[in-house]
């Protein structure tokens, strides 16, 4: 599965990258009251949508499909309300912190507390207090879990008693009605373009660019053992699971790499302090190397630098994702780089750019590993870059 991730993941990042969604341009609905703020709007009858109060009934309907019992809801009616604090009376512990519902839907007789979330998981909510804040004059209660995937084994400590409905589930039946009514899309084309742009994304989901990506997922999915996934039934299920499991090991060999990233960090810092340096100032008549220096974070963080005296312009060696950033602000970017080894580059002054880049010959392992002391290929990479400067 490791192979896999690491062979499909150019045609994955092209296919997110190409494929344009208001949702992904803007980043929104990666945070929960992001997404909350937009379904609290399709839910308001009298919202600028202008489709009254299907939605609602639309939403109801689901848990009605789903509720314990007999208690059924009226399908609309309802106001909607946002973060509101369900502690009351009893249950209400002044030294708890308040216990925020994301929407709730009320009239007299009747209401749903609504926690809106990626998963089914309550993620540290009161069950219990949401459904007696929605319970309270006596009114049919129902606490629902909104979310974008149901993992019925998360749903624990009462939240096994809520009733789940999806954005897929609620946002095709939205789909549904909007495609219905050509009087409705007549009239409200940018509302169209908005719910047809929040169904794509989190209920299609980014689709494949063209014929060329989907045939590359097959021929990884075969040439790494997974292709027998496509005999598995049920599809929707399997489906599910081989997006989970990739996605685990995604973020596994992610946060992995950050650590590999920062122990070659670490050993070229140290293998520039303690060996580096006396090799480069025994073959420069000015403008020695004073000081080794790590300084820079985010796109500029995998970098080590050599400051120099007399004015010098400082020496860098870096590698990984500052490599690449490198290599297209140079001046003569390498063609083909190599970025399974470290690079050394020079600033240029007036541009802010790079004048100079060179590979290193050095890989990444062999930083891991520990470099030799007698190994010479940072040196002459260096004395390289500077020597040719004018």
């Not at 309907?61 to 399908?75: C, D, F, I, T």
């Not at 609309?76 to 509101?84: K, L, N």
Request: proline residues 2%; hydrophobic residues 35%; negative net charge.
């Amino acid at each position: 599965m490791n192979s896999f991730v690491t062979s499909l993941l150019p045609s994955l990042s092209k296919s997110l990258s190409e494929t344009f969604n208001i949702f992904r341009v803007m980043h929104h609905g990666t945070h929960e009251k992001q997404l909350s703020n937009v379904f609290a709007w399709l839910l308001t009858a009298d919202a600028t949508h202008n489709l009254g109060d299907r939605f609602q009934a639309a939403f109801v309907k689901r848990v009605n499909e789903r509720v314990h019992g007999n208690n059924q809801l009226p399908l609309t009616g309802y106001r909607i309300v946002q973060e509101v604090d369900t502690r009351m009376g009893e249950l209400n512990d002044p030294n708890e912190g308040m216990d925020i519902a994301d929407i709730i839907l009320w009239r007299n007789d009747a209401a749903l507390v609504v926690e809106n979330y990626g998963t089914s998981d309550g993620h540290g909510h009161s069950y219990q207090q949401y459904l007696a804040h929605g319970s309270a004059g006596d009114r049919r209660a129902v606490v629902v879990l909104l979310c974008h995937r149901h993992e019925a084994h998360l749903q624990k400590d009462g939240w096994e008693l809520a009733t789940v409905v999806t954005y897929s589930e609620v946002l095709s039946d939205l789909k549904a009605q909007v495609d219905s009514d050509s009087k409705w899309r007549r009239e409200h084309p940018e509302q169209e373009f908005f719910i047809n742009q929040m169904y794509q994304h989190f209920v299609k989901g980014p689709e494949a660019v063209n014929v060329t990506d989907q045939l590359s997922f097959i021929k990884a999915m075969c040439e790494t053992g997974e292709s027998a996934r496509y005999s598995y039934r049920p599809r929707d299920r399997a489906t599910q699971e081989f997006a989970d499991l990739v996605a685990e090991h995604a973020r596994k060999q992610f946060e992995d790499s950050r650590a590999t990233l920062a122990r070659v960090k670490d050993r070229l810092r140290s293998f520039s302090r303690s060996v580096l340096v006396d090799q480069v100032n025994a073959n420069l008549g000015t403008g020695h190397v004073e000081k080794v220096v790590t300084r820079f974070s985010g796109q500029w963080e995998w970098c080590v630098e050599l400051q120099r005296t007399d004015s010098e312009r400082t020496i860098f060696l870096e590698f990984g994702p500052t490599a690449v950033v490198e290599n297209e602000r140079a001046d003569a970017a390498i063609d083909d780089p190599d970025f399974g080894q470290v690079f050394a580059t020079l600033r240029n002054p007036e541009t802010g750019g790079i004048s100079r880049i060179a590979h290193t010959g050095v890989s990444l392992a062999e930083v891991i590993s520990g470099i030799n002391r007698e190994d010479t290929r940072l040196r002459d990479a260096v004395l390289s870059i500077t020597q040719n400067d004018s």
